[in-house]
């Protein structure tokens, strides 16, 4: 599947259109109090800008890496990428998945993942996931986090992708898990980029992913993946205020 094959956002289970003014599909989550503030949608290639923005912001401008190390590289031109903007077009998040048939990915320059896939599926990486920090913070009407989430599974499931890997920072991790990926274990690695920091792969399995949401009674279940015959709302659901990692 090329850049230019990738579904139609309007297609994405869950999602639905919004404004038609860019150069691919918009979406506008639902109208979940979480996002309905903000637009989730996949960049065209002339776009990469807008993700770049956001790198810069948080990799730059907040961490001081070196700009000319960490915000370009390679993986990006066989990548898809994907921001989240505010209604008015700011971006507020970015992140690049890349897939199978353009392996391999940036982690298999550090790790082998060969002997952990399973010999039918479709695995695909997502990385550079970054929020800018005023749009971390979880309220009523903001969960940036989750928007971001439900679009990266929602893409995944629509190109037939069967399992989603990523790798995270120790403190990072947890967040990871919470919108359900699981650590490898003893995979990890040194990446040289960012500052030598020590990397735990993770891998989440989108065919059993509803299912585990829903046996755990999860609160982002009916928003992740709308909701079941007479659910209630769960405590997301209420507006409950936390504070959002990065």
């Known amino acids: 599947m090329g850049k230019d094959d990738w579904p139609s956002q309007a297609n994405l289970g869950g999602v639905r259109a919004g404004p038609m ?11 979940h109090p979480f996002v309905r503030d903000f637009i989730f949608r996949e960049l065209a290639p002339s776009e990469l800008s807008l993700a770049l923005d956001v790198r ?8 001081r890496y070196e ?23 700011e971006p507020v998040a970015a992140m690049r998945t890349i897939e199978a048939h353009a392996r391999p990915f940036e982690l298999e320059s550090f790790v082998s993942i060969a002997p952990f896939l399973p010999e039918a599926g479709h695995p695909a990486e997502m990385s550079r996931m970054c929020i800018i920090p005023r749009f971390r913070r979880i309220a009523r009407t903001q969960f940036v986090h989750a928007g971001m989430s439900k679009l990266a599974y929602a893409a995944a499931t629509a190109a037939g992708i069967t399992e989603l890997w990523c790798w995270a920072t120790l ?15 003893g995979l990890s690695f040194v990446h040289p980029l960012f500052g030598n920091n020590e ?5 989440v399995d989108l065919r059993k992913l509803e299912a585990e949401y829903r046996r755990r009674k999860h609160p982002l279940a009916d928003f992740l993946f709308g909701p079941s015959p007479g659910a209630s709302a769960g405590p ?3 507006g409950d205020e936390g504070r959002g990692q990065r």
Not at 56 to 63: F, I
Not at 76 to 87: K, L
Not at 171 to 185: A, E, L, M, N, R
Not at 199 to 203: E, T
């Open 21 to 31: 003014r860019c150069a691919r599909a918009c979406v506008q989550m639902d109208d």
């Open 56 to 63: 810069r912001a948080v990799y730059v401008d907040e961490l």
């Open 67 to 89: 700009a000319a190390r960490v915000l370009e590289d390679p993986f990006d031109q066989r990548a898809r990428h994907f921001v989240g903007t505010t209604r008015a077009g």
């Open 171 to 185: 403190p990072i991790v947890g967040v990871y898990g919470s919108i359900g990926f699981h650590q490898v274990p």
């Open 199 to 203: 990397y735990h792969v993770m891998r």
């Open 236 to 238: 997301f659901s209420s």
